[in-house]
């Protein structure tokens, strides 16, 4: 209690006497604070951003295409297209607002809005809870969510396996004219 020191409070400086013999009040040094600004994004958060997806591109939902579509990466298609579409080592998703009219081939497929036309993906097919596609599927594996339309038949087709290297065989051990080669089997 009577060896505290307030916390606000800081210790004043001693000052030398002035040449008359009395001690000059000395002004306290003003401390500047000084804040730093922490930048702010002036994007809103829920937005889904390209960069946000691994760099993919995007076919915007004002954007209408007629024609051929081939893709080496990623592709995000949220307007109006109609023609084919290949992706066919990388992933196609049809965004909400997108509407297909046309054939796709892809390694994957994502449907959340309309495609109408045959679709082949060669890893699988996702039809989202409100999707809706018209057409034929040929894929490995296939997810239809609940509260999806489709239409058409399924074909499921079983991904190749990887071939395996060839074994390297040994080469055959000359056998000299005095030697007898003598092979054991082991039966049980």
Same mark, same amino acid.
């Given at each position: ?20 013999? !009395? %001690? ?33 591109? %995007? ?20 307007? +109006? ?6 992706? /066919?080592? @990388?992933? /196609? &998703?049809?965004?909400?607002?997108? &509407?297909? @009219? ?8 994502? !449907? ?10 060669? +890893? ?8 809706? /596609? ?41 056998? !000299?004219?005095?030697? &007898? ?8």
């Amino acid at each position: 209690m009577w060896n505290k020191r307030r916390e606000d409070e800081a210790p004043r400086p001693v000052t030398p006497p002035s040449p008359g013999g !009395a %001690t000059a009040p000395v002004a306290p040094n003003p401390v500047e604070v000084k804040k730093e600004a922490t930048p702010v994004s002036s994007m809103p958060v829920g937005r889904i951003d390209p960069e946000s997806r691994g760099g993919s591109a %995007t076919i915007g939902k004002a954007v209408k295409i007629v024609g051929q579509i081939y893709s080496k990466e990623d592709l995000f298609v949220d307007g +109006d297209l109609e023609g084919t579409v290949e992706a /066919l080592e @990388h992933k /196609l &998703t049809i965004g909400p607002n997108g &509407t297909v @009219h046309a054939g796709v081939r892809a390694r994957e497929v994502v !449907a959340l809005g309309t495609i109408q036309g045959n679709v082949e993906a060669t +890893d699988k097919i996702e039809i989202r809870k409100d999707a809706k /596609l018209v057409g034929d599927i040929k894929t490995a594996r296939i997810i239809i969510e609940d509260g999806a339309y489709f239409k058409g038949s399924i074909d499921i087709v079983k991904p190749e396996p990887a071939k395996p290297a060839p074994r390297p065989t040994a080469a055959p051990q000359a056998v !000299a004219a005095n030697q &007898t080669v003598v092979t054991a089997e082991a039966k049980r």
